[in-house]
């Protein structure tokens, strides 16, 4: 029923009002009716009444109400998806008008692993930007699923994510590949070793990264072939997250060496990790046309992504011949 719904509405915009949705949109941010008068400047009331008004254009109950409070209803969660795709396009509308009132260059909308954000994502824009400074950059931060999703709904130019191999029908710029390196608190026993291997993980504390993570599925496997079990966990969604967790001395992470970079590494010990994870992603093209901005920012980001590469394993050659100076 609510299915059906959904295709009427889609069907026939005129059901839809604008200040419905607006109104939908900040109660559900703001998790109240007053909360959302704020955000809009009008009375409670005024959006009380909007939200009726919705709620009888598609006939829903999207609230419960109870002493005072309200409480969103599983439909209320499903349309809020919608109606945040619905201003996603809005944006893009406004952001692509914007840029041709103001005559520049164009536009570049990329979704990208948050992995990517603290140094790789920047110093290839820095770099794209040498040649191309009129362009305007949306970057919104993903995890790969959605990444894939964006890319194959034309909602974005270019994605970046992991992309599984057997998905050869996609589009991509495969980048260098990388292996998944080993994070440890300051001063933790392990870090006397030049290489932690998977049965050094043994009944020891892990951050271990989102259950929806390729490389947490890849770590999982590894552990589950040695027969090794680990001690508690805390999870987190996004890798670049975990080092913060490590530096507390919350457990020992296993992540991909982009997380890392730019972090501070003053209260952490990286170290090669074994079995090699490798850990593979790819510029993720849209069907249809390429675009010459589009690949040539793709093919800037593979040559900033190679040199962090060398970078790192140069970093790790030095930790390893540092430890064998202190053994002898």
Request: aromatic share 6%.
């Amino acid at each position: 029923m609510y299915e059906e719904m959904i295709i009427l509405v889609a069907n026939n915009p005129a059901l839809i009002n604008p200040k419905h949705l607006s109104a939908f949109r900040a109660v559900m941010v703001s998790g109240s009716m007053t909360g959302a008068g704020k955000i809009l400047h009008v009375t409670q009331p005024a959006v009380t009444r909007l939200i009726k008004d919705l709620e009888a254009d598609l006939g829903l109950t999207l609230f419960t109400r109870h002493s005072g409070r309200i409480t969103p209803t599983s439909h209320a969660h499903i349309l809020y998806r919608e109606v945040e795709r619905y201003f996603y396009g809005l944006d893009r509308v406004f952001e692509s008008a914007r840029t041709l009132r103001n005559n520049r260059g164009g536009q570049l909308r990329i979704a990208a692993m948050p992995t990517l954000s603290s140094r790789t994502l920047p110093e290839a824009i820095r770099r794209f930007r040498q040649t191309n400074p009129d362009i305007d950059i949306i970057i919104e931060s993903e995890v790969s699923v959605h990444i894939l999703d964006a890319v194959r709904n034309n909602e974005v130019d270019l994605g970046i994510g992991r992309v599984p191999k057997e998905r050869d029908e996609i589009a991509r710029l495969s980048m260098p590949t990388s292996y998944a390196i080993c994070i440890l608190p300051k001063n933790h026993p392990l870090a006397e070793k030049k290489t932690v291997s998977v049965t050094d993980l043994s009944g020891e504390a892990m951050v271990t990264l989102g259950s929806s993570s390729l490389l947490r599925l890849q770590l999982d496997s590894v552990l589950r072939l040695a027969g090794v079990t680990v001690g508690s966990t805390i999870q987190t969604l996004f890798s670049n997250t975990a080092s913060t967790y490590v530096s507390n001395g919350l457990g020992i992470a296993i992540v991909d060496l982009f997380s890392i970079l730019g972090a501070d590494l003053s209260r952490i010990e990286v170290r090669r990790f074994y079995p090699e994870i490798a850990f593979d992603f790819a510029a993720i093209y849209p069907s249809g046309d390429r675009s010459p901005m589009v690949v040539e920012f793709a093919q800037e980001l593979r040559q900033v992504v190679s040199d962090e590469i060398t970078a790192m394993d140069k970093q790790m050659s030095e930790i390893s011949s540092s430890i064998n100076q202190s053994a002898c």
